[in-house]
């Protein structure tokens, strides 16, 4: 299915001027999205300047809950859930201006991750499981201790209102994708890996 630029800006009449930051993935109790959902209902700053959109679809009876914080927090104006989306992942993502990742347990390679540095989306992510092997701290994404209400809220905040600095964790982020894990290269390292499991 293809793929229009601003589609989900477009769909939802999200303001141009406001930050999307998106989740994507299975609606999971530990990919932590009622972390996000108390930072915004603790942020008026983060509530007027950004919309937090979540793409993807889990166990109903999450999902609901979710909508149900939502409501509770009065935040309903600031949260969009999409469901699943038909088309490709890192055209999604490309969408978003901000790709977050508050997993609060462990997270393995982080699939999304590596999308949204192929397009050039900043990241912000708990620091569980592979995550820190691929993010350094405020180079190319920013990593916060998983759960950890303030420093996502004064994180978010920050990135919300430094355009500069989302930029060049991107371009950095981006480098490194492409500088350490393209096709090639990652079959090339696993290639050589079997190769020296027979020796």
């Not at 508050?102 to 393995?108: A, L, M, R, S």
């Not at 982020?173 to 027979?198: P, V």
Request: net charge positive; no cysteine.
């Amino acid at each position: 299915i293809s793929w229009h630029k601003n589609r989900i800006r477009k769909m939802h009449n999200i303001k141009k001027n406001n930050i999307i930051i998106g989740i994507i993935g299975p609606l999971d109790p530990h990919k932590g999205h009622h972390t996000i959902l108390k930072v915004f209902k603790n942020s008026v700053s983060i509530r007027e300047k950004s919309q937090l959109v979540i793409v993807g679809r889990g166990v109903d009876e999450y999902e609901s809950r979710l909508k149900k914080i939502t409501n509770e927090y009065n935040i309903e104006n600031n949260v969009i859930f999409t469901g699943f989306l038909d088309g490709d992942s890192s055209k999604i993502i490309s969408e978003f201006d901000l790709l977050a990742m508050p997993t609060v347990d462990f997270e393995g390679f982080g699939y999304s991750m590596v999308e949204a540095m192929s397009v050039k989306v900043p990241i912000i992510a708990s620091s569980v499981g592979a995550i820190p092997e691929i993010i350094e701290h405020k180079i190319n994404g920013v990593l916060i201790s998983p759960g950890n209400l303030r420093e996502w809220k004064e994180n978010l905040e920050m990135l919300i209102s430094n355009n500069e600095f989302r930029k060049n964790i991107a371009l950095n982020g981006y480098k490194r994708i492409k500088n350490n894990f393209t096709a090639k290269k990652m079959s090339n390292e696993y290639y050589n890996f079997l190769l020296n499991i027979n020796e």
